[in-house]
């Protein structure tokens, strides 16, 4: 894996455009696939991909207290289990039966809030016996997770259980245009909805597809640099240029910059501009990696191909080196968020996607065998595209 991706052969000018790691990591993987790919991504077998949809809602005063309330159940049920040892199925039904007294909505909601909290703490211990730096969980978004037995669809109207018997909340999903499509795949049973997110301005939709992975013809592998992204599928070279994304989180961080100035002297108006910059800043970038992830994946329809990418977990506090500027310039990569938008929309269209380790896979041309040699100046070029 190399961050910046200006590599290029010695043995001639020919591979000067091809990256090692597309070359390697694809060679490599072809013949790992078939014996080493976990879980149903294995060619022919079904698996289930989960695709979340927002919708703005406005929640009256009945669901904001409801909300508050489910906040402080699931502290409460948090400190229990944080404080816990191990906490058991005992410490469970005791903890349990605590929180239904004077809850006044479904009981599956404090189900529902212990769960979430046990996951939560489940995380945190195993970041610490791995030896990983990990904070304390902490709740600080107010929402409420509804359980599947807690809500039901009845053609486009979802119709969600808070006081049994006495307060339900109805939306109409058919308002929603982007939703249309999958309430008709609903309605055929090609997808059902999942369990659902309840903020206080918005709802959010989980798709579940279940899917049967096509059997790759090859595979394409993907090195998500700085600067760009280069796909490598069959014989073709794909380089997008991602430099406008750079420059995105470089004209925010200026902005960022002279808003702390203003702080000095005005902190109310300083912390509102920062909330307005970076809103703006995060719908740009995610603009940019829907659209970049979109054509990735055409590809790959296109072609009949499986995707190979490189696991960048922890890879940002790995190659942290202590100094500012390139610290600066690593935190304006968004590649784990890139890899997570390939895979799940991959998936969604039954594109295999697996994962292998980037070490050594940017040092020697597997065209030729020939030394990669740093090239930092180099523009990037659009071969294939």
Known sequence: MNVYGHFACHRGTKHLKIKSTDLKISEGLIVASSRDS????????????????????????????????????????????????????KERRQLRDKLLEDWPYAAHYVDSAINQMQGLVRSYKRKLKKGKKARKPRLRKKFVYVKSTLFAL??????????????????????YAYILPFLREIQEEKLRLGGLFLFPDKIVLNLVKTVEYIEPRDWMSIDINLTNVTALAGLTVY??????????????????????R????????????????????????????????NKIVEIAMRKRVGIILEDLNGIKERVLNG???????????????LQRLIEYKAKWHGIP????????SSRACPACGGQLIPQEGREPSNVGR
């Open 239 to 260: 380089r997008f240029d991602t430099r406008e994304l750079y420059h995105i989180h470089r004209v925010y961080e200026v902005k960022r910059q002279r808003i702390q």
């Open 154 to 175: 009845k053609g486009s109207v979802l119709k969600i259980t808070i006081i049994p018997r006495k307060y339900y909340l109805e939306i109409d999903l058919a308002k």
């Open 353 to 360: 996607v697996i994962y292998v380790n980037p070490r050594n």
């Open 262 to 293: 203003i702080s000095a002297w005005n902190r109310r108006l300083g912390e509102k501009l920062l909330k307005k910059y970076s809103r703006r800043e995060r719908n740009r970038v995610k603009d940019f990696l829907h659209k970049l992830s």
């Open 38 to 89: 976990p879980g149903p991504e294995r060619c022919g077998r079904p698996g289930t991909v989960v695709r979340a949809y927002s919708i703005p809602f406005q929640a009256d005063e009945v669901i904001l207290e409801f909300i508050e309330e489910y906040h402080k159940i699931a502290r409460k049920a948090l400190q229990k289990i944080l404080s816990s040892e191990k906490f058991t199925s």
């Open 323 to 337: 100094s500012k500027s390139f610290n600066r310039r690593l935190s304006k990569w968004n590649a784990r968020e």
